[in-house]
């Protein structure tokens, strides 16, 4: 079946410190793969996404995300929180050449501390 | 900037009642979905549209019924609402043109079934 994991379902980070978010994803062949984030009270906005290319991708607000076929893993990383980071994050992946049909993972929720 | 716009960020029905949720957006996007978030199981599909008058059903479309008669417009039903369906609601919008187009989420409507 297909399916996502995140299993990290809180993560506390200083600020200032690393972070990164872990996905993992079963699923027939390579998909498409997103992270998104979703902060307090509002919709999710979309930080990067993994179609193909190089497997280390870029995103917003200092984001990237590396996807590892072998591991069938594409964590979140940035190198250095700020507090505006505190968000829930979503994992997502898709079949390729049809992003209608995304399956979410069940989020991780990040607090950042002063 | 894609807008998504949901018609109430909070609402508060009782069991029994006929509920409406609405969602435009301004991008002359073809696809628009309707999505149902709870904690612990992320964001999960009810029913999306690839075009007016068009619709589809996603993983939980029981006790749910959608409406587009207008492109920018795609409203979900809920034609007898009961405690079960409170939850959040995301609505969500995409072009159609590439493959690789991305969705654009509102900002929710957390809706409460007493």
């Known amino acids: 079946a297909q399916s996502v994991t995140q299993p990290d379902i809180h993560i506390t980070v200083s600020e200032g410190a690393s972070l990164e978010l872990r996905c993992n994803y079963s699923y027939g062949a390579t998909p498409y793969l997103f992270w998104y984030v979703q902060s307090p009270g509002q919709g999710l906005q979309l930080l990067l996404k993994?179609?193909?290319?190089?497997?280390l991708v870029q995103g917003i607000k200092g984001f990237e995300a590396e996807f590892k076929r072998s591991q069938s893993s594409f964590n979140l990383r940035k190198p250095s929180v700020h507090w505006s980071d505190a968000a829930e994050y979503f994992c997502a992946v898709g079949p390729r050449y049809n992003t209608d049909k995304l399956i979410f993972g069940t989020g991780t929720r990040l607090q950042v501390f002063p | 900037d894609v807008k998504v716009t949901q018609s109430s960020r909070y609402l508060v029905k009782r069991t029994g009642e006929k509920v409406f949720l609405e969602c435009v957006q301004d991008m002359d996007h073809e696809n628009m979905f309707w999505y149902r978030q709870d904690p612990g199981l992320g964001l999960r599909l009810i029913y999306f549209?690839?075009?007016?008058?068009?619709?589809e059903k996603g993983d939980i479309p029981e006790g749910y019924s959608v409406s587009r008669e207008k492109k920018e417009r795609f409203s979900l039903i809920l034609e007898s609402a009961s405690t079960n369906q409170t939850s959040m609601y995301l609505c969500a919008s995409r072009p159609n043109l590439h493959s690789t187009d991305t969705q654009y989420f509102g900002p929710g409507t957390r809706l409460t079934v007493l």
């Open positions: 549209s690839y075009d007016v008058k068009m619709k």
């Open positions: 993994y179609f193909s290319g190089d497997t």
